[in-house]
């Protein structure tokens, strides 16, 4: 036990390095660098990547394109991608990005989310460009990839499958993790029992994701924007009920962005570093612009261009951060919860909190089922990932292999304890995250390239969309 102890005192410290300030910093940098490698094609095409993309699923536009090769549609690719990002991180994490760092830290979770569009619209592009078929003819891409093939000229090819044996190792755990917290809360909420919680989630991400990658975009398609919208038109509704104080809200958010924010009530106060450290945070871990899983999804759909999937990563991180985690901010901010002493007591709980106080026990029960639909989906996106790294090393056979026993880890994850795992889960995703922005740096002339052919193409792809001319 003393060796196990001693062991466990050594991941924490290691996670709380990676972490703090350097991960941020990492990714903050790196995001900032592609951002301006691409020409801010977040900023200057916002609206034309809009029009192209959710702009095309209000419209019913949404299906694949002709002519392109691909799995699936890019919607249906984005909805299993945004299964994965929109997670209880959403609800819980933001609460606790309000507490610990006060109103200061959703402007910067906002500033984070603006930089990580660009790096996933660069993973998108780049598991399009280095994506393959597998021996069944399904197109598969992603990190694993493009760093084994991309970086070949570097000697880095061996951080892909580095990349990809962490990716296992980090979403085994989480989705051990999610279904631990999924359980509880139903039983919480519900009275289910946790056993019993436990086999229905494990049953059916099994039925679905042994469908495949259609059946778990099919899914994904409908389900995603159902939760997504439910979500953030309840969170809407509260705010118009609160709407005289909004412009004070956001003068307050701005404010506590630059200078202390007062302790008040159960708020301890806030530092300008906990604000930015708590609002960065939650930006990154949210939205996963760095991680390079979404581009596993992004590398299956059909379009002409890679450039043409990178506007729905864009999209992915604008619905994910801007629209969802703000929502449950906003909430939590209006209602006061986040300075009622009651609550300093159950910080992660401050978003159900916020609900209920508006509804009672309807607002406490919506939260708990887009917790659990929030969950739940992301449950299937990790099996489709972890699987994808299996059939990377060995094929379709280890690849099942790998299906399973990350199906069997989600009822497992019913019983475990998670305090015991996150640690693990922090210095995995850790260096998941290093080799994949390793890889976006040293491979950002070829993105930079297809930007330019996509943008600038006399007669194709935006010129053609759009009807201008080429710039001189």
């Not at 899914?219 to 439910?230: S, Y």
């Not at 992915?316 to 986040?338: K, Q, R």
């Not at 790998?402 to 210095?427: K, S």
């Not at 491979?443 to 193409?457: A, K, N, P, S």
Request: net charge positive; with cysteine.
């Amino acid at each position: 036990m003393a060796l196990w102890d001693s062991f466990m005192k050594g991941m924490l410290a290691f996670s709380g390095f990676v972490w703090g300030d350097f991960m941020l910093y990492f990714l903050g940098l790196g995001a900032l660098f592609i951002t301006l490698r691409v020409g801010v094609v977040q900023f200057r095409h916002f609206g034309y990547a809009w029009n192209q993309t959710l702009g095309k699923f209000f419209r019913r536009q949404n299906q694949a394109q002709e002519g392109a090769q691909g799995t699936l549609s890019s919607y249906e690719a984005l909805s299993t991608a945004l299964a994965n990002t929109i997670g209880s991180g959403n609800i819980v994490g933001v609460g606790l990005a309000v507490f610990w760092g006060g109103p200061g830290a959703v402007f910067w979770m906002w500033l984070m989310a603006l930089l990580g569009m660009a790096t996933k619209f660069t993973e998108a592009v780049m598991g399009q460009k280095y994506r393959v078929q597998d021996e069944h003819g399904i197109w598969v891409g992603g990190p694993q990839y493009y760093l084994s093939r991309g970086l070949k000229r570097f000697r880095l090819s061996w951080l892909g499958p580095f990349y990809g044996l962490m990716l296992v190792l980090t979403l085994s755990i989480t989705e051990m993790i999610q279904c631990n917290s999924l359980a509880g809360s139903v039983h919480e909420a519900f009275g289910i029992p946790t056993l019993a919680s436990g086999i229905a989630f494990t049953v059916l991400v099994a039925v679905i994701v042994f469908g495949g990658i259609k059946r778990i975009g099919t899914f994904a398609g409908k389900v995603v924007p159902f939760m997504a919208i439910l979500y953030i038109a309840a969170g809407l509704v509260i705010v118009f009920t609160h709407l005289n104080q909004v412009p004070g809200l956001f003068a307050l958010i701005f404010k506590s962005a630059f200078s202390p924010a007062a302790a008040t009530g159960g708020f301890a106060g806030a530092s300008v570093a906990a604000a930015m450290r708590w609002g960065c945070a939650r930006g990154a871990f949210s939205n996963e612009a760095g991680d390079g899983a979404a581009a596993i999804a992004h590398a299956t759909a059909a379009v002409d261009h890679p450039v043409r999937q990178g506007l729905y990563g864009i999209m992915e991180v604008f619905v994910d951060t801007i629209l969802v985690c703000t929502t449950t901010a906003l909430v939590v901010l209006l209602s006061g919860v986040w300075t009622d002493p009651a609550s300093a007591k159950v910080p992660e709980r401050l978003a159900t909190l916020a609900f209920g106080m508006q509804w009672g026990v309807f607002g406490k029960s919506l939260v708990a089922v887009c917790l659990t639909l929030f969950a739940f989906t992301s449950m299937l996106a990790y099996v489709y990932y972890g699987e994808e790294q299996g059939n990377y090393f060995g094929g379709r056979k280890l690849a099942m292999l790998v299906r399973v026993g990350f199906i069997a880890a989600i009822f497992a994850g019913t019983f475990w304890d998670a305090e015991q795992l996150w640690p693990f889960c922090d210095v995995f995703f850790a260096f998941m995250i290093i080799p994949n922005m390793i890889g976006l740096f040293l491979l950002h002339g070829e993105y930079g390239e297809l930007v330019r052919e996509f943008f600038h193409t006399p007669g194709k792809y935006y010129l053609k969309d759009t009807g201008k001319a080429p710039s001189a």
